[in-house]
């Protein structure tokens, strides 16, 4: 079975935490793609009657494709649910998130939520967070003073990291939806993940960072041998 197939099997299972009436985060993501299509799906079946509050551009138009109704977290501040894929997951529900660029408004997104379910594939769950690179979104004023205020602040941390700062499909740097640049860094595996967000937090021109902790309450991972629920 493909990574593509888990994931759609994945967004599948975390339909089932979705009633009528709620107020619904949306992910960005090839996973959360398959939750927006399959809900319009839903939706259009007249089977439930929700709301929801993409995480991008691209989701919002994604949704608007497939029939989901949608507000803003203006008009709806507060949500019931949101579901969203990672980049990585370990089994204490922290995440890695921001290999779309989207980690701002997802984070902003997820904390405005009652309770966000994260759907992936077997490949995303891992021991110990930090095989994938760590997301940081900065913002264009003084980047690269912001790149060395990182460095120090992992290597203080006992890190050592390669930052990269991304570029877009035209090779100019890449720039979020909030117009922010985003450096992704090798660290090859976070001990403290805590201590890291904690860290990054504290750095002035670190807009966010795709660190998740303490927001992410269920994952649905889809594995060759089925479905597991962490909870």
Request: proline content about 4%; charged content about 20%.
């Amino acid at each position: 079975m493909s990574s593509d197939e888990l994931k759609r099997r994945a967004a599948e299972r975390a339909l089932t935490f979705v009633t009528s009436g709620m107020r619904l985060g949306l992910g960005t993501g090839s996973t959360a793609a398959h939750f927006v299509e399959l809900l319009g799906a839903r939706v259009r079946a007249g089977h439930l009657d929700v709301v929801g509050v993409p995480t991008s551009e691209a989701t919002h138009r994604l949704a608007v494709q497939h029939g989901v109704p949608l507000t803003s977290l203006d008009d709806t501040p507060e949500l019931d649910l949101t579901v969203d894929g990672a980049d990585e997951l370990d089994h204490d529900l922290r995440l890695i998130k921001g290999g779309g660029g989207a980690l701002l408004r997802e984070k902003i997104v997820a904390a405005a939520s009652g309770r966000m379910v994260v759907i992936a594939d077997q490949s995303k769950l891992v021991a110990t967070l930090g095989r994938f690179p760590l997301p940081v979104e900065v913002i264009p004023f003084g980047y690269r003073s912001t790149a060395l205020a990182i460095a120090r602040a992992a290597g203080k941390l006992g890190l050592d990291p390669v930052l990269h700062l991304r570029s877009g499909s035209s090779g100019s740097p890449f720039r979020t939806d909030s117009g922010n640049l985003i450096y992704d860094c090798d660290l090859r595996a976070i001990p403290d993940a805590d201590a890291l967000a904690a860290a990054l937090t504290a750095i002035p021109g670190v807009v966010e960072h795709g660190l998740f902790i303490g927001l992410c309450s269920a994952a649905v991972v889809a594995g060759a041998d089925g479905i597991r629920v962490l909870d």
